[in-house]
């Protein structure tokens, strides 16, 4: 069994990035730039953007954050938006989410252009990826892509089958996996709480990718021997042998699958910290798209 190491992988894509800014200052180049709006106190959305600002400033790319207040009315969101979308300095925009009740997210998102969507949540953009158009992918499921690929993993002509149907990660990495290209070109079925029997799908993937977000839902009798796992869940569950009382864990019971898998990513530490390096990615190819130099 090889466990694939996200954290590896994360750190290299991060290392590549560094490498070229520090190429691109040396010439004199203006810099890729990313700002992160936040709206509002939550601590988890604070403590994931200030690690996206920390991820930016390590690797020399040009970053800001907005911190709005949780009463700032849409318009005003709007209009600082627009701002954005009209300043050289600053290729990506990454609106925080989820937002307050008072704001209509899709709004937000419609008004990022689809240029510096390096969320690749604008309709623009999941149009694109769907039609096989070059474009930004959602971050969670570009790093999956990222990973198979760095592992080597054979796609073509394999069954995939992903479990969940969000937008931000099942609708999407569905969309990837089935582009005729690298690292893709795999038969993609999605599987989704509808499902009488979900185990009937999953016992057929080559690639199961658990998006569901149910703690250590995918059991070993619910996979074939030889699958590669790829567990994009999230879990906290109880365990007084903490010090904190809990437990991260995924949507994968990986002490069993991993005996019958051929690869497996571990929670935390597989998928997780792949998102942030493929913002920075996105970041860097809304740079050389679009961005004057
Ligand atoms: N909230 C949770 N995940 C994400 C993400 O990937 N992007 C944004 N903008 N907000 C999020």
Same mark, same amino acid.
């Given at each position: 069994?090889?466990?694939i190491?996200g954290?590896?992988v994360?750190?290299d894509i ?64 709007? =209009? ?40 690749g ?8 990826l769907?039609?096989g158009?070059d474009t930004f992918a959602s971050c969670t499921p570009a790093g999956i892509q990222e990973l198979l690929i760095r592992y080597k993993i054979e796609t073509k002509g394999k069954h995939v089958?992903v ?9 999407p990495i569905a969309n990837i996996m089935l582009q005729k290209a690298e690292g893709a070109n795999s038969i993609v ?17 080559d690639i199961l990718i ?18 590669a796992?790829i ?9 007084? =042998? ?21 690869f497996?990513t ?5 998928v997780?910290?792949m998102?942030?390096a493929m913002?920075?990615s996105n970041?860097?190819k ?8």
């Amino acid at each position: 069994m090889i466990l694939i190491d996200g954290k590896k992988v994360a750190a290299d894509i991060r290392s590549e990035l560094k490498d070229k800014i520090s190429q691109l200052k040396a010439e004199g180049k203006n810099v890729p730039g990313l700002v992160a709006i936040i709206v509002g106190e939550d601590p988890a959305s604070q403590i994931y953007v200030a690690s996206k600002g920390k991820a930016c400033e390590e690797i020399g790319m040009r970053t800001k954050t907005e911190k709005l207040s949780a009463d700032i009315s849409e318009a005003e969101l709007l =209009t600082l938006i627009q701002s954005y979308n009209q300043n050289k300095d600053y290729h990506g925009i990454l609106v925080q989410l989820p937002l307050p009740k008072h704001i209509n997210e899709d709004k937000v998102i419609e008004t990022i252009s689809h240029k510096k969507d390096v969320d690749g949540f604008h309709p623009i953009s999941v149009g694109n990826l769907v039609i096989g158009k070059d474009t930004f992918a959602s971050c969670t499921p570009a790093g999956i892509q990222e990973l198979l690929i760095r592992y080597k993993i054979e796609t073509k002509g394999k069954h995939v089958v992903v479990v969940g149907r969000s937008n931000i990660v099942g609708k999407p990495i569905a969309n990837i996996m089935l582009q005729k290209a690298e690292g893709a070109n795999s038969i993609v079925t999605i599987v989704h709480s509808a499902a009488k029997d979900i185990s009937y799908y999953t016992k057929q993937a080559d690639i199961l990718i658990a998006a569901i977000g149910k703690a250590e839902m995918i059991k070993a009798d619910m996979v074939k021997d030889g699958v590669a796992v790829i567990d994009v869940g999230i879990n906290r569950i109880d365990d007084p =042998t903490k010090i904190k009382g809990y437990r991260i864990v995924g949507d994968v019971d990986f002490e069993n699958v991993s005996k019958k898998a051929l690869f497996i990513t571990p929670v935390p530490g597989g998928v997780g910290p792949m998102t942030i390096a493929m913002l920075l990615s996105n970041t860097f190819k809304a740079y050389n798209l679009y961005g004057e130099k």
